[in-house]
């Protein structure tokens, strides 16, 4: 019974020593960087204005089963924790990116509606990813588009001057796009209309049962990034790390677009049928449709995660003869973490934007006059 009690206390010691000797490993030669939430500030007249979401910077809805577009003449901030030394070239010393949207709410030069004759026009949609969240202004894909679209043009020796117009509205979907598209953007006739289609734009209705799933699976991983950490989790980084990456693990099998991309998901088949409606608009009025797929910045360097679900939504714009072009094998074997604004948020950053843009470019040469 004694000889017992003393190989269970050895075994409670050595387990003890070897807890020990990990967090000691994680502190030294993994030191855990914390960060405080992004912020998001407004400038009116003169002052930062703290805000809770971009919705506060758009204009009031008018028809519920449409997102809007930004309020016009806006000047705003995106505020990021630099203090481990995350902080891109293009951030003040605070962390901070400064952005503003146009006299029609846009990203970008303002651009008349007439097309003069030598112009070959191209409109950029999508959601937060064509916008440019966390990137200041000329740095988004659709301004990087402008120079090498101009070099193929006078390859062609068709004199022609590229022009390119920031359509990307945070927070759009699918939906919101083809809305857009047909109500504002056809008017600019646009020779090319190219979507930048980002995963969760397959979410149209904001009711749907699997966006506020994945919403309120984003709150909970939320609050455990920046909300309080349990007991354990204060005194000891191995502890942190554990409750951080089981949060994560939850927050990605809540998540799953293999889920919302599946046959029977009615998010997909919404989702199909609005891109449908935008390629009837579109070639109505004469505008080409090139859809733009973009992989989500996770799990570039070996197998990237979603690569079937890209599959499955390539199937179905060759069955409707929409042109396409996926990005994600322009993206493979990048190193995730280098394309991100900041560690805590997972848009593309200024070098991101640029490898989108020197692809999609290659990718439009077929339809360039």
Not at 79 to 105: I, K, L
Not at 141 to 154: I, K, M, S, T
């Amino acid at each position: 019974m004694r000889r017992t009690l003393v190989r269970a206390l050895v075994s409670l010691a050595a387990g003890a020593f070897l807890l020990l000797a990990l967090e000691l490993v994680a502190r030294v030669g993994f030191p855990l960087h914390e960060f405080e939430a992004p912020k998001l500030l407004m400038i009116h007249r003169g002052t930062e204005v703290a805000v809770h979401s971009q919705q506060g910077f758009k204009l009031p809805a008018t028809d519920p089963r449409f997102r809007t577009v930004f309020k016009p003449n806006l000047e705003f901030r995106w505020c990021y924790d630099v203090r481990a030394g995350f902080r891109r070239d293009y951030m003040d010393e605070r962390g901070c990116v400064t952005a503003h949207t146009n006299a029609s709410g846009l990203r970008g030069a303002l651009l008349e509606r007439e097309k003069p004759p030598d112009r070959l026009r191209v409109a950029g949609m999508g959601d937060s990813f064509t916008f440019g969240h966390g990137v200041p202004d000329g740095v988004t894909w659709v301004d990087g588009l402008r120079a090498p679209l101009q070099a193929l043009l006078e390859r062609r020796g068709k004199g022609l001057a590229a022009e390119t117009i920031n359509f990307g509205i945070s927070g759009f979907s699918a939906r919101d796009v083809a809305h857009l598209c047909e109500t504002e953007v056809l008017a600019y006739r646009p020779d090319l209309v190219v979507y930048g289609f980002f995963l969760n734009d397959v979410f149209v209705e904001e009711e749907e049962g699997e966006r506020g799933k994945q919403g309120a699976a984003l709150l909970r991983f939320h609050e455990t990034l920046y909300g309080p950490r349990s007991a354990l989790a204060r005194v000891s980084q191995l502890a942190r790390r554990v409750e951080l990456a089981l949060s994560r693990r939850r927050f990605e099998s809540t998540t799953g677009y293999a889920q919302v991309y599946a046959s029977d998901s009615h998010a997909w088949r919404a989702c199909q049928a609005e891109l449908a409606h935008l390629q009837a608009v579109c070639s109505a009025a004469g505008s080409r449709l090139v859809v733009m797929l973009f992989p989500d910045l996770v799990g570039l360097e070996t197998s990237y995660p979603y690569a079937d679900v890209h599959r499955t939504i390539a199937a179905f714009l060759e069955q409707q003869g929409i042109a396409y072009h996926d990005l994600a094998p322009d993206f493979a074997g990048q190193r995730s973490a280098e394309l991100w604004v900041h560690p805590t948020d997972h848009h593309p950053n200024e070098v991101a934007h640029a490898l989108a843009a020197r692809a999609i470019a290659a990718a439009l040469e077929p339809w360039l006059p």
